[in-house]
């Protein structure tokens, strides 16, 4: 009987492992190229706005984080850098920076969601037509999936 409990729980420890490798890997698997630096440079280049994602946020840590620089520009939000791999990655532009779950949740209805981040080295987010950048001064990368805050930036 102890053999088959043992058998038992390490099968499902290792059901539960492998699970848990899949949800984290299947992302990274999963994501278009990145844009390359030069292109992602040229449009920084006609940004209104930038910030700097950092790793040292109150919520970020070892599988949630964000470094780089991102900028905002008339027509898109581009990064230079990298974030933690993860599903269902979402950007929002805030009137106010968080850098907390209970934060970015206190003040989700008055934000505005950009559009999904799709790569994890670089990227570019089209900004979508009606959006002013101006009325806004944080850029947030948010997991929608697990509610899960990943970075920010504040850009003015």
Not at 11 to 39: K, N, Q, R, V
Not at 53 to 64: K, N, P, T
Not at 65 to 85: F, H, K, R, Y
């Amino acid at each position: 009987m102890t053999r088959f409990l043992t058998l038992a729980i390490t099968h499902l420890a290792f059901a539960a492992g492998g699970f848990a490798l899949g949800i984290y890997a299947l992302p990274i698997l999963m994501a278009p190229d990145a844009p390359s630096s030069a292109e992602v440079a040229g449009l920084q280049s006609k940004s209104a706005y930038s910030g700097e994602f950092r790793r040292d946020l109150a919520d970020s840590d070892i599988l949630h984080w964000g470094e780089g620089t991102v900028s905002i520009g008339g027509d898109s939000v581009t990064l230079v850098g990298s974030v933690a791999p993860g599903p269902d990655y979402r950007l929002y532009l805030s009137p106010e920076f968080v850098e907390t779950e209970n934060d970015f949740m206190a003040l989700k209805s008055s934000m505005v969601q950009v559009g999904p981040v799709k790569t994890f080295e670089n990227f570019i987010v089209p900004l979508p037509e009606g959006i002013d950048p101006s009325s806004y001064n944080t850029v947030i990368i948010w997991c929608e999936a697990f509610g899960q805050f990943i970075t920010a930036a504040q850009y003015q």
